[in-house]
């Protein structure tokens, strides 16, 4: 029987998984599916008994039961959605198109709490939009390391949930995997990684939290603050990837349209 936390995380996680879906996504669709997942994780933290930063075990908790449902291309799927880009041009594509997805959850959900900043008997929601905010970032950038070890052609074993637990730790530590080094697969899936995923949600949401100021600055500091962050991430991911496989020289980009996420 399905208990009432499980359906709760399957909700949350549905809505986060049409959030990072390859298909485009409107402002206002977003804006939806934010507000939508805020309520939510109200419900769900409420039912948990969490409020505040006390938030951290459950919020880890929301997140693992998302992890293995994101939508993980393979290579050839990634190639046909971004014109047949190869090599280091796919992974710059890929790079591009998540921190403009993270800089426009970050404008959303800045210019939500900023809303909410100027209309003081509701601030208290603001923090659930942060936390859909945090929730959502987290799964483009683990989402991105995933498909960028699939363009460098580092494979992960294991099932799927392994596989999804592996990047969700990679991400906690914000660098790669090298699935040779000992126990890498076990580290995943410990309990120190379910810590570390843990602190790094929390310093996550905590930087979100600056972006709760009035008027637009919210939203123009948290498209920065996301795309900066998504930035540097792929940056140490990819260092530690080029380590393992360095990619061969990609021929000149064709000019086409716009690139699907």
């Given at each position: 029987?399905?208990?009432?936390?499980?359906?709760?995380?399957?909700?949350?996680?549905?809505?986060?998984?049409?959030?990072?879906?390859?298909?485009?996504?409107?402002?206002?669709?977003?804006?939806?599916?934010?507000?939508?997942?805020?309520?939510?994780?109200?419900?769900?933290?409420r039912k948990a008994g969490k409020s505040g930063t006390g938030?951290?075990?459950?919020?880890?908790?929301?997140?693992?039961?998302?992890?293995?449902?994101?939508?993980?291309?393979?290579?050839?799927?990634?190639?046909?959605?971004?014109?047949?880009?190869?090599?280091?041009?796919?992974?710059?594509?890929?790079?591009?198109?998540?921190?403009?997805?993270?800089?426009?959850?970050?404008?959303?959900?800045?210019?939500?709490?900023?809303?909410?900043?100027?209309?003081?008997?509701?601030?208290?929601?603001?923090?659930?939009?942060?936390?859909?905010?945090?929730?959502?970032?987290?799964?483009?950038?683990?989402?991105?390391?995933?498909?960028?070890?699939?363009?460098?052609?580092?494979?992960?074993?294991?099932?799927?949930?392994?596989?999804?637990?592996?990047?969700?730790?990679?991400?906690?530590?914000?660098?790669?995997?090298?699935?040779?080094?000992?126990?890498?697969?076990?580290?995943?899936?410990?309990?120190?990684?379910?810590?570390?995923?843990?602190?790094?949600?929390?310093?996550?949401?905590?930087?979100?939290?600056?972006?709760?100021?009035?008027?637009?600055?919210?939203?123009?500091?948290?498209?920065?603050?996301?795309?900066?962050?998504?930035?540097?991430?792929?940056?140490?991911?990819?260092?530690?990837?080029?380590?393992?496989?360095?990619?061969?020289?990609?021929?000149?980009?064709?000019?086409?349209?716009?690139?699907?996420?």
């Amino acid at each position: 029987m399905t208990s009432e936390a499980d359906r709760s995380h399957e909700e949350v996680a549905d809505l986060v998984g049409k959030l990072v879906a390859p298909e485009e996504t409107d402002g206002a669709e977003r804006r939806r599916l934010l507000g939508r997942l805020s309520r939510a994780l109200t419900q769900s933290a409420r039912k948990a008994g969490k409020s505040g930063t006390g938030r951290g075990r459950w919020l880890a908790d929301v997140f693992m039961s998302i992890a293995p449902r994101l939508p993980i291309r393979d290579y050839a799927t990634l190639q046909e959605h971004h014109y047949g880009l190869t090599g280091e041009q796919l992974a710059d594509d890929l790079v591009r198109t998540a921190t403009k997805a993270t800089m426009a959850v970050g404008a959303v959900g800045g210019a939500l709490a900023a809303a909410e900043f100027a209309a003081p008997p509701l601030l208290l929601s603001a923090p659930a939009q942060l936390v859909a905010e945090t929730l959502v970032v987290a799964a483009i950038e683990v989402k991105l390391l995933a498909e960028l070890h699939e363009v460098y052609g580092v494979q992960i074993p294991g099932n799927g949930s392994q596989r999804a637990a592996a990047y969700t730790a990679a991400w906690s530590r914000q660098r790669g995997i090298n699935p040779l080094a000992p126990g890498s697969a076990t580290l995943a899936l410990g309990a120190a990684a379910k810590t570390a995923l843990r602190n790094r949600l929390m310093r996550t949401l905590g930087r979100h939290l600056t972006t709760l100021g009035p008027f637009l600055t919210g939203a123009v500091a948290g498209g920065a603050l996301n795309r900066l962050a998504t930035k540097r991430l792929a940056e140490a991911v990819r260092a530690d990837l080029r380590r393992q496989r360095a990619l061969p020289e990609s021929p000149p980009r064709p000019l086409e349209g716009p690139t699907r996420p």
